[in-house]
């Protein structure tokens, strides 16, 4: 194992020669440490130069170990049959409750599905299909409506220009608040 310092201001990464590995290959354990694989015929200075290189998807990387960490210490083991009744209620509620404000907001909605989403709330295609998560069943109503919302607009402006924030904030007026509380939760 070999440690090099590198021309910019990364963790420390660990250097390893692998007699089968035929090319660079940098990895991000869970724990954040950056270990990169020389090959038999590879040099350090080239596997340092290779991590240079890859600087901003070792930073992303890390980053993403990071976030992943957060969410596995801050979750909670909840009883299957809790999970399960959770997910059946989002399944029912959610999308009647879309449809609803579809109707208010004079829109329609081809399809909409409920899943185990882990980095969105919800998404909306051009068709007219809206995808949303389960875990919104979970946060107060004025802020499941806020995103319920947003996908809506999206079936009348499909971007996130200031028209479309417009729409949103004309129909939900609490659009920001929500927006807060949304990343106050996903930042905890």
């Not at 692998?18 to 950056?34: C, L, N, S």
């Not at 992303?60 to 960490?69: C, D, I, V």
């Not at 879309?98 to 909605?109: I, N, Q, T």
């Not at 946060?139 to 079936?155: A, G, K, S, T």
Request: aromatic share 8%; with cysteine; net charge positive.
């Amino acid at each position: 194992m070999i440690q090099i310092d590198l021309p910019f201001d990364a963790p420390e990464i660990l250097f390893v020669r692998h007699p089968r590995a035929r090319r660079y290959v940098i990895r991000v354990a869970d724990d954040g440490m950056v270990r990169v694989t020389i090959p038999r015929w590879g040099s350090r200075k080239e596997a340092a130069a290779f991590a240079a290189r890859e600087r901003a998807w070792i930073e992303n990387e890390r980053r993403r170990a990071e976030r992943e960490r957060v969410e596995r210490a801050r979750s909670v083991d909840v009883p299957a049959d809790v999970l399960r009744d959770l997910r059946a209620r989002a399944r029912r509620e959610l999308p009647a409750r879309l449809l609803e404000l579809a109707s208010r907001h004079g829109v329609s909605v081809t399809r909409v599905s409920v899943r185990n989403q882990k980095w969105r709330w919800g998404s909306c295609s051009r068709g007219g299909h809206i995808c949303l998560n389960w875990r919104l069943i979970r946060m107060p109503d004025w802020v499941r409506d806020y995103v319920l919302i947003h996908e809506l607009m999206h079936l009348k402006r499909m971007d996130h220009s200031p028209r479309f924030w417009r729409l949103v904030a004309a129909a939900c007026p609490a659009s920001s608040e929500a927006r807060a509380w949304l990343r106050a939760y996903s930042r905890a």
